[in-house]
């Protein structure tokens, strides 16, 4: 018997990975719950060797906690009407095999990544129940894939 969430679920991933009115692809894709558990991973997050997953999502959850705690001192110092202290800096890069990502813009629920020549990107987004990782390359835009990303996780917000 399959479950309303895991319908739900399912169509999410499906419009997600195979919009009916494009033919977008993506490098790859990785799901993942808040305590770390890779819920799916498909493409350049796989390992072609045994099929595992290939990634770090240590790397991801660490920069949402980065910014959690960066929203909570800033709360606190203007609860007690001062200056907020030094921030601890967020991770500038994020690793994804043999590439590297710096992060150009980073929000409490999205973060966003781009490689060396900006041909490949990464547009991170924080679920309710997890954390959502697409990896893309040209001709796709870091504009336009995180508009489409946005899209289909504005109704999993709710």
């Known amino acids: ?56 999502v240590s790397q991801f959850l660490c920069i949402f906690q980065q910014l959690t705690c960066q929203e909570i001192q800033r709360e606190k110092a203007a609860h007690q009407e001062r200056e907020a202290g030094n921030f601890l800096p967020l991770k500038p890069a994020l690793r994804l095999r043999e590439y590297v990502f710096h992060i150009v813009s980073a929000t409490f629920t999205s973060v966003f990544a781009v490689g060396s020549g900006r041909s490949r990107g990464l547009v991170l987004e924080k679920l309710p129940f997890g954390v959502i990782v697409v990896a893309f390359s040209t001709p796709l835009q870091l504009k336009e894939t995180f508009a489409r990303i946005n899209t289909a996780c504005a109704a999993l917000r709710r």
């Not at 419009?15 to 799916?40: A, H, M, Q, R, W």
Request: proline share 5%; charged share 20%; net charge negative.
């Open 1 to 56: 018997m399959v479950t309303r969430n895991i319908r739900c679920w399912h169509n999410f991933l499906d419009n997600l990975l195979y919009p009916p009115t494009s033919n977008i692809t993506y490098d790859g894709v990785c799901v993942f719950t808040l305590s770390g558990y890779v819920e799916y991973y498909d493409g350049c997050f796989r390992n072609p060797s045994d099929d595992t997953v290939d990634v770090d």
